[in-house]
């Protein structure tokens, strides 16, 4: 399985469908004959947590760690037996492999509650008409979030669903408060994350790692990432990008920043990507395309090449090889069926349009979710 890049989208992101990003750059890098796999890792520490065995772990830890709890997680904690008994059919059917446990589902004797099923007798409005396969999503989800919760007071304050210290990366424009904690102890979604990491690296043998990050709930888990492999794996190359660093990274100076990656590039990821490529196999190359990395102990940013962005016809067509697709969770998180279309089932984007008519902008991506 040895490939010369692996794609990596952090935890957490979604829950329903992959993030497309690492998939249009497989796509890319097929165009070039350059090998690559991709992984979601934020699906595969959600499916090895909401487990059996991970549950199991987890209401392990917090006898390990004796604190005042709420009377919420109380209760969680004295249910744990149904839901470690429960998690995994319950993940099943948010797959789609079992609908027919919807009938039990809504029955109010099956799933353990919590908070987050006190609002239940309001249910009934919506979903009379909606029928009893997304009522039992909604309580599947509430199950879950009840878990969240927990693991939220008990566990790890950091953690949801669809992001991961997020208020961390929102402040990005500082960045001690994150760096103090990425030198700190390894939490609990951490050592997963990292094992989970580690046992593909040993597999895959990459020659560089590239991180996407598109939102602030991903960039703490991109900084684990980076910081495992430059520990353990120093000869493999880490390059960052994605819409965070598109947005939040344009004036980076910050030199703490390359204890983690080697690169960090900006917009369309194609061509800067393919430069990377190419000074890793010709160290003389020194050509890139709106990157920053660190020279003598300074961040630069070099945008030395002449050459212009591929055109869309010129960048393949996505690849979503290597991810989980069957493993994906369809949630609904709220009653609300406008809501639905966000968290429940697959979608995908279809790229309609890309870069600026007149070329004057940075980037225009118009996109139909399907």
Known sequence: MKSSILLITPPFTQLNTPYPATAYIKGFLNTKNISSFQCDLGIEVILEVFSKKGLTKVFEKINLENGPISE??????????????????????????????????????????????????????????????????????????????????????????????????????????????????????????????????????????????????????????????????????????????NTELRSLTDNRVFDFFDFITLDDGELPFELLVSNLENSNFNEFKRTFLLENNTVVYKNNSKRSDYKQSEVGTPDYSNLLLDKYISVIEIANPMHKMWSDGRWNKLTMAHGCYWGNVLFVIFHWII
């Open 72 to 245: 919420n997680s109380k209760r969680i904690n004295a249910l744990r037996n149904q839901y470690i008994i429960t998690i995994d059919p319950v993940i099943k059917f948010l797959q789609g492999k079992n609908p027919s446990l919807s009938y039990l589902i809504c029955n109010n004797d099956f799933l353990p509650q919590a908070s987050r099923f006190k609002d239940l007798e309001e249910l009934d409005w919506a979903f009379g008409t909606m029928g009893i396969q997304d009522k039992a999503k909604h309580l599947a989800t509430l199950y879950l979030e009840d878990l969240s919760d927990f693991i939220v007071e008990c566990i790890d304050p950091h953690f949801g669903f669809s992001r991961y210290a997020e208020k961390l990366g929102r402040s990005a424009n500082s960045f001690d408060e994150l760096y103090d904690l990425l030198n700190g102890k390894l939490s609990f979604f951490d050592e997963i994350l990292c094992a989970n990491l580690s046992k593909k690296l040993e597999i895959i043998e990459p020659k560089m790692v590239a991180i996407s990050v598109p939102f602030p709930g991903n960039l703490y888990s991109a900084f684990r990432c980076g910081q495992l492999i430059k520990k353990h794996f120093p000869n493999i190359k880490v390059a960052m990008g994605g819409g965070f660093a």
